[in-house]
Every structure is written in structure tokens, then in C-alpha cells.
């Protein structure tokens, strides 16, 4: 999962009192009480008492997942995605993928726009708090995402079938290069920073940037000010949907155990 504000995510999560479900949540979480300026055991004990509070506590199992975060936290903080510049040469290059049907081509561009977004990202606004790059050729850009990551954000539905078709043309025509390093490694051969920025990219749903530079209108999911692209008379994003859907279902079953309930009631 990638997460463009991590401080805004952990925040939410604790002030909600939502369980912490994986390692990168409970080391975000001990990154916020390391800006709070704690000394390491408080942390720890802090991390302890809102496990046991939101989750079923074991210490077994959470005293390496624990001692991992401290050690995250030390040397990491928290990555806030800010501006992204997508330059003029780098969109011509997005915009000229011409290579299979209309709207294949349009899915193929916006994976483009994301892979990029997304390598910029992580170049310029890196967690380490001491400045290590691992890449130190400076006109290379390495993207470290997985695709189903880089499909979700680009809001692009395919099957895995269909994206190693999008795979073999996009390496074909030098776009992007797969590495030997892992799947989630790509090289993207259309990075020109040299060239002049065209379109300014924020974090709130980066890909509505995109979306929007091709014409479309911009609208605010009415719950979470999430940022969308009109399609559809949608009011809301895709997350707060399901979420209402969820109470919705909830409330209906509340409703009919009271009613019954009632019935019972009137019955004896
Ligand atoms: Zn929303």
C-alpha cells in the first residue's frame, strides 16, 4: 500500500482508535510519538498500551513488531508527499503512447502519469531522516512500487493478463524498463528535469490532475474532500461509498432486531 501523507493516515487511524494492522502502521505510529519528542521506553509502553487497547494484546507477537518500529523511528519520519512538477517533455512522452486500441492507450497513459508521479515522489520526498540515496546516478528515476499499487492510484481496472500486454509494449518502445532486482522495480526512461514544468501535481488523488489537464471536471467527494473526476453524478469516492454502504447495511439490522424484539415483547 502506498501512502502519500503518512502523518494524516497514522493521525486518523489513532484518533478513530482503529487497530494497528500491519508493521508499517505500528512504525508509523511510534514515528508520531518520536516527533512528540518521548524518550524510547515511554514510546514503547505507549505502543503496548494502545495495542492492548484497540487489538487483542500478545506479547509474544507484538514485542518484535514493536521493537522493530523504535528502530524504524529512529532513523525514519514521515514521508508527506508535497508539489510533483510533471514537465512538458515527460507529458509529450505520456501523451504520445499511440500503440494499441483508444482506450487501451488512454489506460496505458495514466499508468504512465502514475508511474512517474510516483517515482518523483519517492525521489524527492524520501522518509530517511539522514539523506542515503541508494541511486546516486542523478538522472535515472527508479520507481519501487508494486503494480497493483500503481493500478489502484492511476484508477485503472485490468486484469494481470492484460497489464503484461501494457508490460511488453511499454518496455518495447523504451518507456520503462524492468529490472533485475525485483518485480516492483522499474526504471522510467521519461524523465526530462530539465525540461519546462507543464502541470503541478498535489497529493489529494494525483491522478485527478491527470484527469483534469485532459479535459475533465473536478469535483470533492462531499464526505472526505477527496479530490474526483466527474464521470458519473457520484457525490462521493469509492472508499466513502463502501462506508456508507456498510452503515447503511448496519442500520437495517439494528432496525429489525429492535423490531422484533418489540414483537416479542408484545407477545408475552
Ligand atoms: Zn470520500
Given amino acids: 500500500m502506498i501512502i502519500l501523507d503518512e502523518k494524516s493516515y497514522i493521525k486518523?487511524?489513532?484518533e478513530k482508535e482503529k487497530p494497528l494492522r500491519t508493521q508499517k502502521e505500528i512504525n508509523l505510529y511510534a514515528v508520531l510519538l518520536f516527533e512528540k519528542l518521548l524518550k524510547g521506553n515511554t514510546i514503547v509502553r505507549n505502543i503496548e498500551e494502545y495495542l492492548e487497547k484497540t487489538d487483542e494484546?500478545?506479547?509474544?507477537?507484538?514485542?518484535?513488531k514493536v521493537t522493530r518500529a523504535i528502530t524504524y523511528a529512529?532513523?525514519?519520519?514521515?514521508?508527506?508527499v508535497g508539489e510533483i512538477f510533471i514537465n512538458e517533455w515527460e507529458m509529450e512522452v505520456i501523451e504520445s503512447f499511440n500503440y494499441l486500441s483508444e482506450k487501451e492507450n488512454e489506460e496505458c497513459r495514466r499508468i504512465l502519469f502514475m508511474m512517474l508521479y510516483l517515482a518523483k515522489a519517492f525521489k524527492y520526498y524520501t522518509t530517511r531522516l539522514k539523506e542515503e540515496n541508494p541511486f546516486p546516478i542523478k538522472d535515472y528515476l527508479y520507481l519501487y512500487a508494486s503494480i497493483e499499487d500503481i493500478l489502484w492510484l492511476a484508477e485503472v481496472r485490468i486484469s494481470f493478463k492484460k497489464w503484461k500486454k501494457y508490460k511488453h509494449e511499454m518496455t518495447k518502445h523504451g518507456l520503462i524498463t524492468p529490472t533485475i532486482y525485483s518485480k516492483k522495480t522499474w526504471i522510467i526512461n521519461y524523465f526530462y528535469p530539465d525540461s519546462q514544468a507543464i502541470l503541478k501535481v498535489l497529493n489529494n488523488n494525483p491522478i485527478t490532475y491527470y484527469q483534469e489537464y485532459k479535459g475533465a471536471k473536478i469535483i470533492e467527494c462531499e464526505s472526505c474532500k477527496k479530490r474526483l473526476a466527474k464521470i458519473t453524478s457520484?457525490?462521493?469516492?469509492?472508499?466513502c461509498a463502501y462506508q456508507?454502504?456498510?452503515n447503511a447495511k448496519k442500520e437495517i439490522k439494528n432496525h429489525l432486531t429492535q423490531t422484533i424484539k418489540q414483537e416479542f415483547q408484545n407477545m408475552e
Fill in 74 to 80: 529512529k532513523k525514519h519520519g514521515f514521508r508527506i
Fill in 234 to 239: 457520484r457525490k462521493y469516492c469509492s472508499d
Fill in 57 to 64: 494484546y500478545v506479547q509474544a507477537k507484538h514485542f518484535y
Fill in 12 to 14: 486518523k487511524i489513532i
Fill in 244 to 246: 456508507m454502504k456498510l
